[in-house]
């Protein structure tokens, strides 16, 4: 893709427009957003709302790489970045460099994102200066999730500080820009105004640099919850309940083929 945004020009519009992101797993998704985004990530939250998995831990690279095929399919001009999963850069920075090159090699993405602030900091700096663009995610990681005790808001109290220095770390390394998952506001506005790189929030603050949500939530596919920071901006799951409920009640009923949706002998235009 010759027109796609770089990881050098999201880094740039730090303090600028607010950057915008969803989520996509799929082709046709990718390409009703490619032009309103400027990047699209394809998240490990896959596991969850596209294969009805408890959680993210789950997520495979071989999942993350068809899904990073058929996303990059759909763009021409949103970076596209695609989630290390759970269990493939965190034993050493060269288990993530491999697995991070592998990702890039194979799906075209721009950039990979990987969980984790200070403890991943060497990481993100040997995957940085072996041309790995890295976009990092601190406060709730969901991968962690059985250390963090829940999903639960991160940084209330004494916990703020430690996210501050996660997000420092990761910009100290070479992050190109980090996302802020469920923390205060008041934190998010402090580390958006405290690290020179952009902060993508979800959960966060109307003051990060930019935002991201999973399309899924946004648009009502995903229903078996609803996080508080989600927004829907749609209701296709009801939408495309009602429409099957509809389909079903035709095929009961023999209205459905109708007459425009069956062939005759002769082909139309060719009688006489
Ligand atoms: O997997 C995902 O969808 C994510 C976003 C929520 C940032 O990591
Ligand atoms: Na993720």
């Not at 200070?118 to 601190?138: K, N």
């Not at 999903?151 to 220095?165: C, H, S, T």
């Not at 429409?243 to 139309?268: G, Q, T």
Request: glycine share 10%.
């Amino acid at each position: 893709r010759q027109k796609a945004l770089m990881p050098s020009e999201i880094r740039a519009m730090k303090g600028g427009t607010p950057i915008v992101s969803l989520t996509a797993y799929t082709t046709p998704m990718a390409q009703m957003m490619d032009a309103h985004c400027d990047f699209v990530l394809v998240g490990d939250s896959v596991a969850m709302v596209q294969h009805g998995l408890a959680s993210t831990l789950s997520a495979t690279m071989e999942m993350m790489i068809l899904h990073g095929q058929a996303v990059a399919r759909g763009l021409e001009t949103a970076m596209m970045v695609v989630d290390l999963p759970f269990r493939s850069f965190e034993e050493s920075p060269e288990q993530a460099f491999r697995n991070a090159a592998r990702m890039m090699a194979e799906t075209g993405a721009g950039a990979i994102k990987l969980e984790g602030g200070e403890h991943m900091a060497e990481t993100i700096h040997f995957l940085t200066r072996r041309g790995i663009p890295v976009m990092a995610h601190v406060g709730l990681t969901p991968q962690a999730i059985h250390t963090l005790g829940g999903y639960k808001v991160q940084g209330r109290g004494a916990g703020a500080e430690q996210i501050l220095a996660d997000a420092r770390a990761v910009s100290d390394a070479g992050a190109f820009a980090v996302v802020l998952e469920k923390v205060t506001e008041s934190l998010a506005d402090r580390i958006t105004a405290e690290v020179p790189i952009p902060t993508i929030g979800i959960g966060a603050s109307v003051g990060c640099d930019g935002q991201v949500l999973v399309v899924d939530d946004m648009l009502g596919l995903f229903t078996a919850f609803k996080p508080k920071f989600v927004k829907r901006y749609g209701q296709l799951g009801q939408d495309g309940a009602a429409a099957i409920a509809a389909y079903a009640a035709d095929v009961r009923a023999r209205a459905f083929p109708a007459a425009e949706h069956v062939f005759a002998d002769e082909a139309p235009g060719k009688a006489s």
